[in-house]
């Protein structure tokens, strides 16, 4: 594994990712109808205004308040939108279920200020300073900008359950395809390196340090993400039906981000982490650990280790998988024969993030970012378990081997689908 070197934080780098950043959610908001400002379609997720209002407050939160200790511009917006995590029961989100919310012209305006200050702090700010936690190797301009890649990624799930009348987004185009033939791909024992040394990465959230090696037995693994189609055989055995499946006039359907269709066969199922080890076992496999997965995609039959399936050469959508928000849906497995790793297994980053066996827990070493410090350390609860590679909505920029995201056990909207491996 090569170690970069830590490069001085470059204020204009991260001023036009934060730029790309906030079009992004724009263009994503010029998608959904007026009055579905206010919806929010799922029931433990804010409506979309607090949306709008949370990425432009966590940045200004985040970086200029409380980082570079300048003054506030409205406290009680700051306040209502700074409150970032979602309710984790019904109960809870009845809680925060407001009857108002401000109007959409004032939480606008907020954000607008929100985004001048960020950008100002971007061009004249020291952004790294040793002496202040929040800004040690640049954490807080940093943070603020993946903050928001990784919203818009979720953003996305919450308008695909959007009703319908309420979307104003395009229709794709889309292939289905017969899959390759599958057969596992033999994994022999060896090392995985997960996580990363803090000198390693410009940036990582707390939960990819520190560096650490396990030995991994050998395995099997599918060497295609579960399809649809092969899902389908066990909802027709009883298993729990996918999230997005529905049927109609008595034939399968997907409901894709801004339309519905016929349930295509060679996609990879997205289902929760509970339904993927239930198919798992009715057939005969089980989910692959984290290291597991690391083996499969970051090792060589050589021993060393890979920043990438595909080597060290930089992520990239048109030639390596299924990321990068080049399309809102997935496609059929397989497609991108660029991206497989050295072993052969294919769609390990992107097409949908691969759910393990492994619940999330902190790697040795680990420290909570003094800018966030909730982000991981209020999730390592045991119920939540680690997905690994990056969806169609990943920003490029995320794809690193290090980086974790985890959901809830049962939680179901998320583009996270899976593969199996076999005990040899
Ligand atoms: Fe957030």
């Known amino acids: 594994m090569k170690t970069l070197a830590a490069a001085a934080v470059d204020g204009d780098a991260l001023a036009a990712r934060y730029r790309a950043n906030r079009a992004r959610t724009r263009a994503i908001y010029a998608t959904l109808a007026p009055e579905a400002y206010e919806v929010g379609p799922i029931p433990l997720r804010h409506p979309f205004v607090f949306y709008d209002g949370h990425l432009p407050a966590f940045a200004f939160i985040t970086l200029v308040r409380d980082a570079l200790g300048r003054p506030s511009i409205d406290p009680a917006l700051e306040t209502l939108f700074n409150r970032g995590i979602d309710p984790r029961d019904a109960a809870q989100a009845q809680q925060h279920r407001r009857s108002a919310w401000p109007d959409r012209a004032a939480v606008e305006r907020f954000g607008a200020a929100c985004d001048a200050a960020v950008l100002d702090a971007y061009a004249t700010a020291r952004l790294e300073d040793s002496e202040n936690p929040r800004l040690v190797r640049g954490e807080a301009a940093y943070t603020i900008v993946e903050h928001e890649q990784m919203h818009d990624e979720t953003l996305m799930y919450i308008v695909r359950r959007l009703d319908r009348a ?16 599958r057969e596992p791909i033999a994994i022999p024992a060896g090392r995985a390196t997960l996580g990363a040394a803090r000198e390693e990465l410009a940036f990582g959230w707390d939960n990819e340090f520190e560096r650490c090696e396990v030995e991994v037995g050998a395995f099997a693994i ?83 280790e890979r920043p990438h399936p595909w080597g060290d050469a930089a992520p990239d959508p048109a030639r390596h998988g299924n990321f990068g928000w080049r399309r809102y849906d997935p496609e059929p497995v397989g497609l991108s024969p660029d991206g497989a790793s050295a072993f052969g297994v294919h769609d390990l980053v992107g097409n949908g993030w691969e759910w393990t066996s492994t619940p999330f827990a902190p790697l040795p070493g680990f420290r909570q970012m003094a800018s966030y410090p909730q982000y991981s350390h209020d999730f390592f609860d045991g119920m939540h378990y680690v997905m690994k590679g990056a969806g169609p909505v990943t920003a490029g920029d995320l794809v690193r081997r290090s980086l974790r995201n985890w959901f809830y056990l049962d939680y179901p909207y998320m583009d996270a689908t899976f593969r199996r491996v076999y005990d040899c």
């Open 166 to 181: 309420l979307q104003r987004g395009p229709r794709g185009a889309h292939r289905d395809v017969a899959p390759p033939p």
């Open 222 to 304: 599918d060497a295609y993400d579960v399809t649809n189609g092969d899902y389908l055989a066990f909802v027709r055995d009883g298993g729990p039906v996918p999230p997005n499946w529905f049927e109609r006039d008595g034939a399968w359907m997907l409901r894709a981000t801004y339309e519905d269709l016929p349930l295509p066969l060679s996609w990879p199922v997205y289902c929760s982490q509970q339904q993927a080890a239930a198919f798992a076992s009715w057939s005969g496999g089980r989910l692959p650990t984290e290291a597991e997965y690391h083996r499969a995609a970051f090792g060589t039959p050589s021993g060393e």
